[in-house]
């Protein structure tokens, strides 16, 4: 009966470790469903043309400003007005995680790409929408935690690019988690040097104080950006990337926009 016992709780130990791990905001974590396992390798593919100055990161709100899936056509064409010219390329993927972006970038996707730029905006699917329980700094802390090494990997693979941290932007999906997005933003503000890593929090142009978006930037959702958000976004970005980059050129020679698979529903 001893025996028994001890291997059951030798068995559930191993199980809350697992799933302790599992819950670390560091920790890379593949995709398991198809769609974004083909869009990884589009995305290998992708990294792979033309010419790329400035790399956008992240997950749904960034993919969907530079994807070439036709209901989000205005959000290319916004996406081209303003970025035209800098060479800019989308590799966001919906739904993503910080782990599952560090498993991204530690499996090619920045492999040999020496972005002059790179502009990162993750964390809010760490975040998500339930309202947070108890203390919100253990939390914020291993979500911030996550960003910094995402940050680590872009520094290591991409050595000359400045990186601009995006403060998580808010999400009116449930107002309870404003405090807990105050506070990673508040953490990850901490990474910035101001010099290869610049901080860059617009949440004040996006809402109010409270942390409600204005109309116009966002869809019914309340957390995805509409265009009206993404111009917000777009003139933020642009004087840093003229500092950097210089007035955008004439031709644009970066990669064609992916779109989302296509996966017959078997």
């Not at 530079?66 to 989000?72: F, L, M």
């Not at 920045?110 to 919100?136: C, Q, S």
């Not at 808010?170 to 901490?190: H, Q, T």
């Not at 116009?216 to 950006?225: A, E, F, P, R």
Request: charged residues 25%.
């Amino acid at each position: 009966m001893k025996i028994v016992c001890i291997i059951f709780c030798l068995s559930v130990f191993n199980l809350l470790a697992m799933a302790q791990v599992l819950d670390s905001a560091d920790v890379p974590v593949p995709r398991a469903d198809k769609k974004s396992q083909i869009a990884h390798e589009q995305l290998l593919e992708k990294a792979k043309k033309g010419k790329i100055d400035v790399y956008f990161e992240g997950d749904s709100i960034t993919r969907r400003w530079g994807t070439s899936d036709e209901k989000y056509k205005s959000f290319l064409e916004n996406w081209q007005k303003n970025f035209f010219g800098w060479n800019a390329a989308d590799f966001g993927w919906g739904g993503d995680t910080t782990q599952n972006i560090i498993w991204r970038l530690k499996n090619g996707e920045l492999d040999n790409v020496n972005p002059k730029i790179i502009v990162l905006l993750a964390g809010t699917n760490n975040v998500g929408n339930k309202t947070p329980e108890g203390d919100i700094n253990p939390k914020a802390e291993n979500i911030a935690k996550g960003i910094k090494t995402i940050l680590d990997i872009c520094r290591q693979k991409a050595p000359k690019a400045t990186i601009i941290l995006m403060g998580i932007f808010p999400r009116n999906d449930n107002m309870a988690v404003m405090p807990l997005i105050n506070k990673i933003n508040e953490n990850i503000a901490k990474f910035a040097d101001g010099k290869k890593i610049k901080f860059l929090n617009i949440n004040n142009k996006m809402a109010d104080k409270d942390g409600k978006l204005f109309p116009g930037i966002t869809v019914s959702d309340g957390l995805h950006l509409d265009v009206g958000g993404y111009q917000v976004w777009a003139d933020s970005l642009k004087p840093i990337f003229k500092k950097i980059l210089g007035k955008p050129a004439k031709e644009d020679h970066a990669p064609p926009p992916t779109g989302e698979p296509n996966v017959p529903n078997n």
